[in-house]
């Protein structure tokens, strides 16, 4: 079992910049590929970034190439997603979640309850 809990999130100006934070449960954070997903109102949720289970291989969204960066720190069991050129899309609920490193189907395994990013122009 996996406790995610996210941080960070707010109101801020088109332009600006946010860094969200993660926090993982238990002793097995390195057993998980790590990801971010948002979900704008009326909108999929849809995937944002993610990170391997060391921090050697990252992902992201065309969206938000050169713009976003997600990281890990496994000696504080955290993931982060630093935002920065903010952009009033990138409104939305965004969510931490973990997949087995051994899983086959490549879904996520765990889930975060959200934190709030609102872009203002």
């Known amino acids: 079992q996996v406790q995610l809990v996210e941080s960070g999130g707010g109101s801020v100006q088109a332009g600006g910049s946010l860094r969200l934070s993660c926090a993982a449960s238990?002793?097995?954070?390195?057993?998980?590929?790590m990801g971010w997903f948002r979900q704008a109102p009326g909108k999929e949720r849809e995937f944002v970034a993610s990170?391997?289970?060391?921090?050697?291989?990252?992902f992201y969204a065309d969206s938000v190439k050169g713009r976003f960066t997600i990281s890990r720190d496994n000696a504080k069991n955290a993931v982060y997603l630093q935002m920065n050129s903010l952009k009033a899309e990138d409104t939305a609920v965004y969510y931490c979640?973990?997949?087995?490193?051994?899983?086959?189907?490549?879904?996520?395994?765990?889930w975060g309850q959200g934190t709030r990013v609102t872009v203002s122009s």
């Open positions: 979640a973990a997949r087995w490193i051994l899983g086959s189907d490549g879904g996520y395994d765990y």
């Open positions: 238990g002793h097995t954070f390195k057993s998980y590929h």
């Open positions: 990170v391997s289970w060391n921090g050697g291989s990252t």
